[in-house]
Antibody, heavy 118, light 110 residues
Framework: EVQLLESGGGLVQPGGSLRLSCAASGFSFNNYAMSWVRQAPGKGLEWVASAGVPAGSTVYANSVKGRFTISRDNSKNTLYLQMSSLRVEDTALYYC???????????WGQGTLVTVSS | QSALTQPRSVSGSPGQSVTISCTGTSSDVGAYDYVSWFQQHPGKAPKPMIYDVNKRPSGVPDRFSGSKSGNTASLTISGLQAEDEAEYYCCSHAGSYTWVFGGGTKLTVL
């Protein structure tokens, strides 16, 4: 069974930094692209970033480009999201999602909450 | 990377059918047959219901079906059941390994 467990969320001041982690199990992590998707309180889903299988293949939403860095450690089956220069509008539940071999997402974690507030 | 357009809400009675639309552009929905639909109950993670426009993951009832015409995709739920009441999101591949989601549609089963 695929399991994705996010951690690292919390309260941070505007301009601060935070690193999220997503521990994966139940599948061959190094064979699948992974993404972060966020959901602001009471709002819809927003794709944030993706890390492909080849090392270094990363893509970002315009809203986070230059501030967030997605990475993966295949030896630890873990996906990361380093967030810096955080803004109030980055407040959201951050989900880790496994991409299918195609172009969809077939497994999601339960999310970790990031609150940016002074 | 503008969000796809979905109706804010739809409703139907048990046993009826409802259709939720998802309108994008020629750069996302219209360009690729990679539209997905997710169901989200309050406090829960999104659950895949449809992928690649009209394919159902294992375990999803055949009451759920998807289609696409031009820049608009649709999710149809037939034989509505109480447990179908949830938020539904569409999602489309938008090229260059990026994705865009819809704003979500609240389905109410009357």
């Amino acid at each position: 069974e695929v399991q994705l467990l996010e951690s690292g969320g919390g309260l941070v001041q505007p301009g601060g930094s935070l690193r999220l982690s997503c521990a994966a199990s139940g599948f061959s992590f190094n064979n699948y692209a992974m993404s972060w998707v966020r959901q602001a309180p009471g709002k819809g889903l927003e794709w944030v970033a993706s890390a492909g299988v080849p090392a270094g293949s990363t893509v970002y939403a315009n809203s986070v480009k230059g501030r967030f860095t997605i990475s993966r450690d295949n030896s630890k089956n873990t996906l990361y999201l380093q967030m810096s220069s955080l803004r109030v509008e980055d407040t959201a539940l951050y989900y880790c999602a496994k991409r299918t071999s195609g172009w969809s997402f077939d497994s999601w974690g339960q999310g970790t909450l990031v609150t940016v507030s002074s | 990377q503008s969000a796809l357009t979905q109706p804010r809400s739809v409703s139907g009675s048990p046993g009826q059918s409802v259709t939720i639309s998802c309108t994008g552009t020629s750069s996302d929905v219209g360009a690729y047959d990679y539209v997905s639909w997710f169901q989200q109950h309050p406090g829960k993670a999104p659950k895949p219901m449809i992928y690649d426009v009209n394919k159902r993951p294992s375990g999803v009832p055949d009451r759920f079906s998807g289609s696409k015409s031009g820049n608009t995709a649709s999710l149809t739920i037939s034989g509505l059941q109480a447990e179908d009441e949830a938020e539904y999101y569409c999602c489309s591949h938008a090229g260059s390994y990026t994705w865009v989601f819809g704003g979500g549609t609240k389905l109410t089963v009357l």
